[in-house]
Nanobody
Framework: QVQLVESGGGLVQAGGSLRLSCQLSGVGATSLAMGWFRQSPGNSREFVAAMSWPGRRTVYSSSVKGRFTISRDNVAHTVDLQMDNLKPEDTAVYYC?????????????????WGQGTQVTVSS
């Protein structure tokens, strides 16, 4: 069974940067399209970015496009989210997610694997 473990969250000032990482492990931890979602209190889970397998296609939400970059290392089985020029509205718990497919997607219902989440807090 595939497991996803996020790391890299924390507290940063507005305008700063953070890099989140998601480690995939377990049988079948390859050939998966991967994504990042976030959820803040009182809000539903929101799509952030996604990447196909092996990584030729990426999709971003309009709120992060140009500031966030998703990448993957298919040898190390990691998926990273580089977040630059962070804003207070980026504050949320960020989740790594995996699809049972190689194709990119942007809806939470299209993802079947989820990490435990990592908190990102951006102060103004």
């Amino acid at each position: 069974q595939v497991q996803l473990v996020e790391s890299g969250g924390g507290l940063v000032q507005a305008g700063g940067s953070l890099r989140l990482s998601c480690q995939l492990s377990g049988v079948g931890a390859t050939s998966l399209a991967m994504g990042w979602f976030r959820q803040s209190p009182g809000n539903s889970r929101e799509f952030v970015a996604a990447m196909s397998w092996p990584g030729r296609r990426t999709v971003y939400s309009s709120s992060v496009k140009g500031r966030f970059t998703i990448s993957r290392d298919n040898v190390a089985h990691t998926v990273d989210l580089q977040m630059d020029n962070l804003k207070p509205e980026d504050t949320a718990v960020y989740y790594c997610a995996g699809r049972a497919s190689q194709a990119v997607a942007d809806k939470a219902a299209d993802f079947v694997l989820w990490g435990q989440g990592t908190q990102v807090t951006v102060s103004s």
